[in-house]
Structures are given as C-alpha cells and as structure tokens.
C-alpha cells in the first residue's frame, strides 16, 4: 500500500514537472484572441460578488457578445484570477497550467484503471501532457473550458468507478460526490452532455456481469441523464432568448456529412504529425462526383473499422472502451452539429487520449524493451520541442494572426485581429488594410465595419468615420447603437453643428442610459452655450453613483455649477481629475470615489488615481477598500512612494491599536 502511494507521488511530481517546464514560456504571453472580451473588457470578474450574475446568461462578455455558450465555472474561474492577479495575464496561463497537470493526472488514474498497467498509462498521460495540440486549450486562456470538463468529466468517472465494492454509505458518498462534480462538468462545458453515454460505455463492457436484463444495466446511468434532464430545463430557461444561428447551421446536412471523413482525416493527420498548427481553420468543400464519391467511401470504410471493433473484438475491453471514449467526444464535435467551425484543435482535446494510448501500446507490444524506451523519450521529446515553439506564436499576437492567415487566407477574424493589433501599435495604415480586407471577406461583419469607423473617428478622418457608422447604425442593437450615436454626436461637435450634436447624444442614452461620458459630453457642449445649469446636470448624471446620496443632490449641483463657472471643460481626464480633488476639498469624499472612478476607466494604470481614490475612502471610513486602492497603485508602480507612505501609516496605526 505504502509503495502504491509512493508511486502515484512520483508519477503526479514527474507529470508536474515536466508539463510545467513545457508550458513556462506560456507565463509571459499577453491576453489574445477572445481573452480581451471574456477578461480585459469583463467588468464582471472584477468583483466576488458578481458571481451568481455568471449563471445566469450566456458566456457573453457584454449585451453585444451573446452566445450558445453557457459555462459559468469559465468566468468563475477569471473571478478567482482577477482577485489575485487583475489584468495580469501571468496568473491565468499559471491556473492554466495546473488545470493541465491535474488533467493528466487524472487520466493516469483512469487509464491506470482502465489497462491494468500503470506503465502504459502514465506515458499516455505524459503524451496527452505535453502535446502540441493541446496549446489551444492550455496556452489560449480562453480555451481554458476544454480543461474544466475534462477535470471534473474524469474525476466524475473515476468516483463513480470507486464507488463499487464500498460498504452502501461508503459508495453513496462516492456516488453523490460523482454526481456533484458532473454537474460542475456541465457548468464548464456543454460537451458533459454526452458523459451519460460514457458511464453506460464502462458499465457495458466492465460491470456488464453484474447486471441482469435492460432497466437492471441502465439504473446506474439514470442519475446522470436526470441531472442532464435538468440541466437542458435551466439552460432553455436562462439563454434561450440568445441563441443566434451558428456557421455550420447553414450547411446542409448532406454537406456536413460528406465532409465527415475529410474532418476525420484532418484530425488524424494533426495527431501523428502536429505541425503547422493554427486556428481557423477551413475545409475545401468537393466540388465534383468523384470528391463526394471518395469522400463517401472513406466514411463507410471508417465506419466498418469501428463496427469491427466493437463486435468482433468486443472482449478487449479496453479497445472498445476507448474507442467508445473518443467517438463519444468526438461525433459532437465533428461538424455533424451546427457548431461554428468544422475543425479546431481543441475538439478533439478529451478524445485523443485513446490515440496515445493506442500508440503507446504499439510502441510496447511490439519493440523491445531499451527501443522502446528510446523511442519514448523520441516522442516525449519530439511532442514538447513543438508545444515550446507553438507557445511562442501565442506570445507575439502580430505572428500568431498572420500564420492563421498564411494557412487560411478568408479568415475574416484573423484580419479582423490583425487589424486591432496593428491599431494598438499605431500602424494605422495596416490596420486599415487588414479591416478593409475583413470586409471583402465578410461585407456584413458588424465588428470589422465598427473597428474601421473607431480607427477613422480616433485619427479625425471624420468624414470617413462618418459614412462607416451611418452604414451600422440601423443594423446595431443595444448598447452598440448608443455608443455609433455617440460618436457621430463627437463629429458634429468637431464640425460645430452642436444642435445635431445634442440630439445624437440623447439619442446615444436612449439606447444606453449607462453611457457616463456621452453626459460629460452634453455637459461641455452645454457649458460652451453658456447653460451652467444643464451643464452641471448632466456632469452630475454622469457620476451615477452618487443617485443613493439623492438628499445631497442640490449641494452637488451648486458645487458643479460653481466648479464649470471657473473650469473649461475640454480633456475628460484632466476634468475629472480635478473635480475630484475640488470634492475632496469641499468634504464631499463619495462624490470624490465617483469622479475617481471615472478618471480610472479613462486611465487604467494612472496610479495616482488610485492613490486619491484610497484617500477618499479613507476619509469615507471605508477602510478596506482604501488599502485595496493603495495597493492597486502599487501593482502598476511598485516604487509609487504616498503609496507605500499611506499603507505604511495604515500599518502603524492598527499596530499602534492593537
């Protein structure tokens, strides 16, 4: 027993290790791809609190993002980042990583089970470990949901699997604990539906003698198709309003179908040689009777290898089962479903672990014992240089979209990006050509139009920026819309037309009364008139905090009026900078916090702000969130000198109290 114990340490520290060490160049990568949406621009996972919000839509990350995606436990995970790490990409590739180690882990345990060989199992696991295709789910921190499932999926199984020969409170307590944790599977990712069809596999072919007639082998599987039961009911309750139609929902069938093997092979293909590996990828559709011909005997010679299997070698039980595993993962994900993309490399993250198995048993079964060997620390090897190097593509955003495009010229989204990139590093005249070439691809990609128009308005080609958000906005919705009125409001001010100007920008709070900086807006021009009284109005709604203090309100309008009566209000940053210190002065300290918070979202690594902003809590009493703001200026400079001073007073003083 002691040397079992002794041997799963071993086997969890080397999977450790050498998982770590392949994945440490991740630590240092930005945030990429969709990683902007779901954490950067996620007010969500800033605060704890938020967290039951998480469960009750859909994975989008503002009105504009809905999606089919419900996974909860993704964001809860960001939630649990973001309290130790903020924007700070470090910390989420470090819970990426874990998540992979205890990923594989778990499958030495289960195939360790499952082959009777704890040898075979732990290279598998080690394969699985350190594998290129994996990347799109380890290194891309938005593929962080593959991992979640697989997580909770395995352990769900492997509990189940404990649970037999237990005395009955013992194997309750397993059985329950399997239940529970499926249920956090379905929260991370929708492909746990088909994790029933698992549990009937294993019991099939390894519990099959214990069972007498139909309803005596499906009663262990029917706590997980009611758990699912229930789960379709929550879900068609909280999203259905949001689903939009997906990209493979526009192909027939019979297409999807054809296309079949030519995604099987891709897939096989990326397994032995994981090389070239990128997202988007896109599938030539058979233009001829001969591609739908070979593509349709391919399919059926695919098909009867797998009914081989299953019934003339259905006493190897570990052969069927694992093929039972990957068809399982597989099939909802192939493209026969209406899913966005027929490939992508992190559909197949949970089903190619029979592939290394597979390969692992070859290589054992068939070379002797110091080749074999030799030839596994080839592979180990040959898999980790190439996971190594793919890490690095996902570290330069700029090479990372231009090798999607290499490989698939009519990826829209990775011009899309490419072009956002190039904006953020002001190359404008790039960035204009990648948004242009989006929209040859795609004429009707609202986002591609919006970026062009915002790069257009940011650089004051005004008249440009102006025909491209009058093209969107009768097709935005929402908060979208607020934010095109908005901006056209911007350009007639420049070109001094304020009466239109006004008129976009109470248009934009119709359609987004949140817009804070479109009253800031309305307050200037209002300012400009000579109408102070609407002008400390609107400053004043554009601090919405300050609605609960609703009996001081007339004291922040006089103190408003007196301050734009003697402040120009032309730069947002400078405004509110000096309106909160005008606050403070005036013992108005939540009225400061709300002026502060503006200033942050104009400058999200200004220190200073964060500075005055403790010391408004301070004087609130809010003591807590005063020492949060304090440390918060020293993530974004550590030598910030009144911060360190205030802490250290804070310190002092409850030292002294004690």
């Known amino acids: 027993m002691q040397k079992s114990k002794l041997i799963l340490l071993l086997v969890f520290l080397v999977i450790s290790v050498l998982t770590f060490v392949t994945y440490a160049n991740t630590l240092e990568n930005p945030f990429i791809w969709d990683d902007t949406g779901l954490i950067v621009k996620n007010q969500t996972i800033s605060d704890w609190h938020n967290w039951p919000q998480v469960f009750k839509g859909s994975l989008g990350f503002d009105a504009e993002a809905k999606s089919n995606f419900y996974r909860p436990l993704q964001i809860i995970s960001y939630i649990w980042d973001y309290h130790f790490w903020k ?97 956090l599977a379905l929260f991370s990712k929708e492909l ?160 190619s672990i029979s592939f290394y198995v597979f390969v692992v048993y070859l290589l054992r079964t068939y070379l002797r014992k110091k080749l074999f060997i030799f030839l596994s620390l080839i592979i180990f090897t040959y898999y980790s240089m190439l996971t190594v190097a793919r890490n690095f593509d996902w570290n330069n955003p700029v090479i990372f979209y231009e090798k999607i495009i290499k490989f698939s010229p009519n990826s829209f989204q990775a011009h899309n990006n490419l072009g956002l990139e190039y904006e953020h590093r002001h190359d404008y005249k790039r960035a204009i050509f990648e948004y242009k070439k989006a929209l040859e691809i795609k004429p009707d990609t609202f986002v591609s139009r919006l970026n062009l128009a915002n790069l257009y308005f940011n650089t004051e080609k005004y008249k440009e920026a102006k ?20 901006n056209l409001g ?71 009026k007196s301050y734009i009566k003697s402040s ?28 502060f918070n503006r200033l942050i979202e104009l400058e999200p690594y200004y220190s200073d702000a964060y500075v005055n902003l403790g010391l408004a809590y301070w004087k609130q009493g809010l003591k807590k969130e005063a020492v949060f703001a304090f440390k918060s200026a020293l993530r974004i400079s550590p030598n910030h000198l009144r911060a360190k001073g205030f802490l250290n007073e804070i310190n002092n003083f409850y030292g002294f109290k004690k």
């Open 87 to 183: 924007i700070n990409p470090y910390g989420y590739h470090l819970t990426n990583i874990w998540l992979q180690i205890s990923v594989a882990f778990l499958f030495f345990l289960l195939l360790a089970h499952l082959l009777n060989s704890k040898g075979v199992a732990f290279l598998s696991a080690l394969f699985f470990a350190v594998s290129p295709l994996n990347t799109e789910s380890v290194t891309y921190i938005s593929g962080r949901a593959e991992m979640l499932v697989g997580l909770f999926l395995i352990l769900s199984l492997l509990l189940f699997i404990w649970s037999k020969d237990k005395t009955k409170l013992i194997k309750l307590t397993y059985l329950f604990l399997s239940y529970f944790v499926f249920i």
């Open 192 to 351: 746990a539906l088909v994790f029933p069809f698992i549990v009937a596999a294993y019991v099939f072919y390894y519990r099959r003698d214990d069972f007498k007639g139909l309803l005596s082998f499906l009663k262990p599987v029917l706590p997980f198709i009611v758990i699912v039961a229930g789960y379709l009911l929550l879900r068609l309750i909280l999203i259905s309003p949001s689903l939009h139609p997906t990209t493979l929902g526009q192909h027939p069938i019979i297409l999807r179908l054809t296309l079949l093997s030519k995604v099987i092979f891709t897939y096989l293909k990326l397994l032995v040689f994981p090389v070239n590996l990128h997202m988007e990828r896109m599938l030539i559709q058979p233009k001829s009777f001969l591609e739908i011909f070979l593509s349709w005997f391919a399919l059926g010679l695919i098909f009867m290898a797998c009914w081989r299997v299953f019934f003339y070698r259905r006493e190897n039980r570990p052969l069927c089962f694992l093929l039972s595993w990957s068809l399982i993962f597989f099939i909802p994900q192939s493209g026969l479903f209406p899913m966005n993309t027929y490939i992508a490399e992190h559909f197949i993250y949970l089903a």
């Open 467 to 486: 025909v491209e958000y009058n093209q969107l906005k009768y097709s935005a919705s929402g908060l979208r819309r607020g934010e095109i009125e908005n």
């Open 490 to 560: 911007c350009i007639d001010e420049v070109e001094g037309l304020w009466g239109s100007a006004v008129d976009s920008y109470k248009l934009a709070l119709k359609f987004n009364p949140k817009l804070n900086f479109t009253h800031f807006n309305l307050a200037r021009i209002y300012q400009t008139q000579g109408k102070l009284e609407l002008s400390a109005q609107e400053m004043l709604d554009s601090l919405p905090e300050l609605k609960i203090f609703s009996g001081k309100r007339s004291d922040y309008l006089a103190m408003l």
């Open 568 to 595: 120009k209000i032309f730069n947002s940053r400078v405004f509110y900078k000096g309106l909160g210190v005008e606050f403070m002065q005036q013992n108005m300290p939540e009225a400061a916090v709300a002026s």
